[in-house]
């Protein structure tokens, strides 16, 4: 059974980091692509970031150049460091695995077959 789950939410100042962990346990993570959504109060669920199995890498891009996502294969573990938060990063964010080593950069829900159940990042003004 595949189990998702993130840690390392919290609430900051805009200006502030903080980096999201998530353990995808019950799968070798080294054959699969994961990715990064979130939804804000009132919104739809959106692609933040997405990293292949050759460690390919995409952006949404009201976060290009702030968010670096990463993965490191011999702890099953996926990163988002995520710098220079602002206001509108406020949200609820989910870490996604997909079982295919390719085709998750395109930041497409469909595309993740396990999910976590979110952790909240809160960015004050």
């Known amino acids: 059974q595949v189990q998702v789950v993130e840690s390392g939410g919290g609430l900051v100042q805009a200006g502030e980091s903080l980096r999201l962990s998530c353990i995808v346990s019950g799968l070798t993570f080294d054959d699969y692509a994961a990715g990064w959504f979130r939804q804000a109060p009132g919104k739809e669920r959106e692609g933040v970031a997405a990293?292949?199995?050759?460690?390919?890498?995409s952006y949404t891009g009201s976060v290009k150049d702030r968010f670096t996502i990463s993965k490191v294969n011999a702890k099953n573990t996926l990163y988002l460091q995520m710098n220079n938060l602002k206001p509108e990063d406020t949200a609820v964010y989910y870490c996604?695995?997909?079982?295919?080593?390719?085709?998750?950069?395109?930041?497409?829900?469909?595309?993740?077959?396990?999910w976590g159940q979110g952790t909240q990042v809160t960015v004050s003004s």
């Open positions: 996604a695995a997909d079982r295919h080593p390719y085709g998750g950069l395109a930041l497409v829900e469909s595309d993740f077959d396990y």
């Open positions: 990293i292949d199995s050759d460690l390919s890498t």
